[in-house]
C-alpha cells in the first residue's frame, strides 16, 4: 500500500513539474485515485481544474501575484475604505449631508444598513461552518495586514455584526401599577464563541470576509445560504497546506476558486433560472429521468409517495453533496468532481447511486421515514461506519463489485476514468450489514448500466 502511495505521489509530482501541465493526464489521474494533500498536491490540482491557474507552469507566479493584488484591491473597495468608523460630515451650513433616516435609497446610510443585514446572515453561517473540525474556530496563522494594520479607523465585519445586535426596551408595569422600562441586550453570536484577542482574527472569519466581498461584487446574485458549505472545503484545502506561500495567500486564492467554481453553478442558486436548462429544477428532473432508468421499483416507490427531488436532492446537488460527507471524504468527492470534464453530469450519476445504495430500505419503509432517510445526511446516518471511512482515500477494482462485466466496446480511458471511486466505491462499506450481498449485486447491475449508457455517449 505505501509503495502504491508514493507511486501515486510521484505521478502527480511528475505532471505538476511538467514546463506544460497534461491537462488530460491530470483529470484522469485525480478522477482514479484523488490528489494527496501532502506537497501541496490538492492545492495545485483544484486551481488548474478549476482555470485558476493555466497549464503552463511558468506563468503561475506572475498569475497568482496578479490575482493576489487584485483581491487586495477589492479589500480595500469593499471593506477597508467604508469600515472606516462614519463621522459627521457637514456642510458649510452646519447641516448633515448623510443621516441614517436619510430615505435616499442611494445613500451611504442606507447602503450600510443593506450590507449590514447580508453580513448578519454570512456571519450566522460561517460561525457554525463545519461544526464538527476546531479549524474554522482557530486562529489563522497569517490575519489579513491590510485591515489589523488600519485597526483604528476600521472596524473588523464580526465587530459590524456585534452593533447590529441594538438594545430593545419592553414597557411593562409591575404589581403596584408602576411603568417599568426594562433595558435587554439582544445576544450575539460571539457571546457564545471564545473571541480571538485583537490582532488575531478565526478561519471562519476570514471566509466571512471571503464571501462579503464575493456578495458586493456579485449584486445581481448577492449571497445565497449555503455558499459558506461551498467555500468551506476550498478554504480548508489552501490554509491547511503544507506550503507556506498557500496558506499564507489563502484568502485571496479561495476566492478566485469560489468565483470559478461559482461561474459554474451560480444559476443553482437563482431562484429565477429553476426551471431553465440551467438550473437546479433540471438538474433533480435529469435524477430523477437516470433514476427512472437504472431503477424502476425505486423510481416508483418514490413517486407513490410523492417523494419529490425538491426535498432532498436540492441540497445535495446545489451544495455538490459538502452536507452528505465528513470533510476528509468531500475532498475525495470534489477531486473527482473537479477533474471530469462533464462534472455535473457526473454529479447526477453520484446522486443517483446514493439513492440506489439506499433502495432496500426506501422500497419497505413508508413515506415519514423514508423522508427522515434522505434528509437527514443517509451517509452521516445509519449507513456511515466510521472504522470503514478509510474506504473512501482508495478506488476499487471490478473484483470488488459482483456481477460486474464491462462491456467489450469500452476504450482504456474510459475504463480508468470511470473504475475509480467513481460513483460507488463511496458506499461500497455501507452494505456490509443486513443486505449487503444483495446491494452489491444490484452495484454492479448499475454499473453495467452505467458503462453501457457512457459509452453509447462517446462513441456517437
Request: include cysteine; proline fraction near 4%.
Amino acid at each position: 500500500m505505501a509503495s502504491g502511495y508514493h507511486q501515486r505521489l510521484q505521478e502527480f509530482e511528475i505532471l505538476l513539474e511538467s514546463d506544460v501541465i497534461d491537462s488530460e493526464a491530470l483529470r484522469k489521474l485525480c478522477f482514479l485515485s484523488g490528489c494527496p494533500h501532502e506537497k501541496s498536491i490538492r492545492s495545485r490540482c483544484w486551481k488548474i481544474l478549476l482555470n485558476y491557474l493555466p497549464l503552463e507552469r511558468q506563468k503561475w507566479k506572475a498569475e497568482l501575484q496578479k490575482q493576489r493584488n487584485l483581491y487586495k484591491q477589492y479589500l480595500q473597495e469593499m471593506i477597508i475604505l467604508p469600515g472606516k468608523k462614519m463621522k459627521s460630515k457637514e456642510l458649510s451650513s452646519g447641516e448633515l449631508c448623510d443621516h441614517p433616516l436619510n430615505p435616499n435609497p442611494n445613500s451611504e446610510w442606507s447602503e450600510t444598513f443593506r450590507d449590514n443585514e447580508m453580513l448578519v446572515q454570512i456571519d450566522k453561517d460561517c460561525r457554525r461552518l463545519c461544526p464538527d473540525l476546531s479549524f474554522f474556530q482557530q486562529a489563522t496563522e497569517f490575519p489579513c495586514d491590510d485591515l489589523l494594520n488600519a485597526m483604528s479607523d476600521v472596524e473588523t465585519l464580526r465587530k459590524r455584526v456585534e452593533h447590529c445586535a441594538l438594545q430593545t426596551e419592553t414597557v411593562s408595569k409591575n404589581r403596584l401599577g408602576i411603568t417599568v422600562n426594562m433595558v435587554t441586550k439582544k445576544r450575539t453570536q460571539s457571546e457564545e464563541y471564545a473571541l480571538l484577542p485583537d490582532g488575531k482574527e478565526a478561519h471562519w472569519e476570514v471566509v466571512e470576509r471571503i464571501l462579503f466581498v464575493y456578495a458586493k461584487l456579485n449584486p445581481g446574485l448577492n449571497y445565497v445560504q449555503g455558499m459558506n458549505e461551498i467555500l468551506g472545503p476550498i478554504y480548508y484545502t489552501l490554509a491547511s497546506d503544507s506550503d507556506q506561500d498557500c496558506r499564507e495567500f489563502a484568502e485571496a486564492d479561495s476566492f478566485f476558486l469560489l468565483t470559478c467554481l461559482m461561474g459554474e453553478t451560480r444559476d443553482f442558486f437563482i431562484k429565477t433560472l429553476d426551471d431553465s436548462a440551467c438550473g437546479i429544477g433540471n438538474q433533480m428532473r435529469k435524477l430523477t429521468d437516470l433514476l427512472k432508468t437504472l431503477d424502476m421499483p425505486l423510481w416508483q416507490q418514490l413517486q407513490d409517495q410523492e417523494l419529490r427531488p425538491q426535498f432532498y436532492a436540492f441540497r445535495w446537488i446545489t451544495l455538490l453533496l459538502s452536507q452528505e460527507f465528513f470533510l476528509p471524504d468531500v475532498l475525495r468527492i470534489w477531486d473527482s468532481l473537479f477533474s471530469d470534464s462533464k462534472r455535473f453530469d457526473f454529479l447526477i450519476y453520484l446522486c443517483c447511486a446514493m439513492l440506489m445504495s439506499v433502495r432496500g430500505d426506501v422500497l419497505k419503509n413508508d413515506f415519514p421515514t423514508n423522508m427522515k432517510l434522505l434528509q437527514g445526511c443517509i451517509i452521516l446516518g445509519s449507513y456511515w461506519d466510521k472504522k470503514n471511512a478509510d474506504v473512501v482515500i482508495h478506488p476499487f477494482t471490478p473484483d470488488n463489485v459482483p456481477g460486474l462485466q464491462l462491456p467489450e466496446t469500452r476504450t482504456k480511458q474510459d475504463t480508468m476514468k470511470y473504475l475509480t471511486m467513481g460513483l460507488l466505491n463511496l458506499f461500497l462499506w455501507c452494505v456490509q450489514d443486513g443486505e449487503g450481498k444483495e446491494t452489491l449485486e444490484r452495484t454492479g447491475a448499475f454499473f453495467k448500466l452505467f458503462f453501457c449508457r457512457t459509452n453509447l455517449q462517446l462513441h456517437k
